[in-house]
């Protein structure tokens, strides 16, 4: 069933003034996710219509048998306190039945997304033209926390069942933020978490905003968002529903072309610039990359903008 009828994109709440202050409304004059530029827009009822939204249990059990989950005592993921979190394998009715136990907190943080699923969420028609090159489902119960993190590409995160409060900060304050990072931007994931806490910036220089059922958030390139998640309810009027925080990330370019969206913020960063050399490095360790590209390239370590 659908939730409400996809409506414009509206303003995200900014905490400049007071809490819930408002922006100004964004009218959507453009059917392309582009015209939106390098700001986040959260569209209400975009997803609304999509089969996803209807999900139970057992329609999410078939499609993922088994379900690789992260474990935190903390509920924050990827990391618990100064460690990475353990992550396991479970049953699917294993995994609901115990989601919303505690501790260890249980989170399906990023699954790829199975084929058998696909047709439940058609690429909006805000994303036509653009080549989603990750489709990746979150599955969580109340209280699971992404501390502060940036990502490389464009999200769209769509919001299938329960709903999730979003902090958001832009990329200009990233050395404030304190990634342990060598580099600007940095590959490795955990590197792209800050080290300072978000309560320890000031509110009014971010924004904020809820999403429901049915609701999408664009988040570009290089915009750092903490989100914390709160699960849906399960009863008999409601039988469409897995009771728990459900979300679809949409993700564009793949990662080695959304490193150069990132090059509008290097003049707000102290932090070396990613190199060509970094890139290779991670893939086939430094000795390969330095003898391939050396070969080929006099000077291979350049930046990569």
Same mark, same amino acid.
């Given at each position: ?15 400049? !003034? ?19 530029? $390098? &700001? /986040? ?24 048998? $088994?379900?690789?989950?992260?474990? !935190?005592?903390?509920?924050?993921? #990827?990391?618990? %306190? ?9 049953? !699917? ?8 136990? !505690? #501790? /260890?907190?249980?989170?399906?943080? %990023? $699954? ?12 909006? /028609? ?16 109340? %209280? ?10 464009? @999200? ?39 080290? +300072?806490?978000?309560?320890?910036? &000031? ?5 904020? @905003? ?36 459900v979300s679809i990330g949409l ?14 913020? &290097? ?7 990613? +190199?060509?050399?970094?890139v290779l490095s991670k893939h ?16 291979? $370590?350049?930046?990569?903008?």
């Amino acid at each position: 069933r659908a939730v409400s009828a996809p409506s414009p994109a509206w303003p995200l709440t900014s905490l400049a !003034s007071s809490p819930g202050a408002v922006l100004e409304a964004v009218a959507a004059k453009s059917d392309r996710i582009g015209c939106f530029g $390098n &700001k /986040p827009v959260v569209f209400r009822g975009l997803c609304a219509s999509w089969p996803a939204c209807c999900w139970d249990v057992a329609a999410v059990s078939a499609a993922m048998p $088994n379900i690789r989950v992260s474990l !935190s005592t903390s509920g924050t993921f #990827p990391t618990d %306190g100064d460690r990475e979190c353990p992550s396991d394998t479970m049953c !699917s009715h294993a995994f609901f039945r115990q989601l919303h136990m !505690s #501790p /260890p907190h249980l989170y399906c943080h %990023g $699954n790829v997304l199975p084929d058998t699923l696909m047709r439940d969420i058609p690429l909006p /028609p805000l994303l036509h033209g653009c080549d989603v090159a990750r489709r990746s489902i979150w599955i969580s119960a109340t %209280g699971a926390i992404s501390p502060l993190h940036y990502d490389l590409p464009n @999200v769209l995160l769509c919001q299938v069942q329960g709903r999730k409060a979003v902090h958001l900060f832009p990329p200009a304050l990233h050395d404030e933020l304190a990634p342990p990072a060598g580099t600007f931007p940095a590959l490795d994931a955990r590197e792209r978490i800050a080290s +300072t806490r978000r309560t320890d910036i &000031k509110s009014s220089r971010g924004l904020y @905003v809820e999403i429901g059922r049915g609701d999408a958030l664009f988040m570009p390139p290089g915009w750092w968002h903490e989100i914390a998640s709160f699960a849906g309810e399960r009863h008999v009027l409601d039988p469409c529903s897995t009771g728990a925080c459900v979300s679809i990330g949409l993700n564009w370019p793949a990662v080695g072309e959304a490193i150069s969206l990132l090059a509008p913020w &290097k003049d707000c960063t102290k932090y070396p610039i990613l +190199t060509q050399g970094d890139v290779l490095s991670k893939h086939y360790g430094p000795e390969r990359a330095r003898r391939e590209m050396a070969a080929q390239v006099p000077g291979w $370590n350049y930046p990569v903008f």
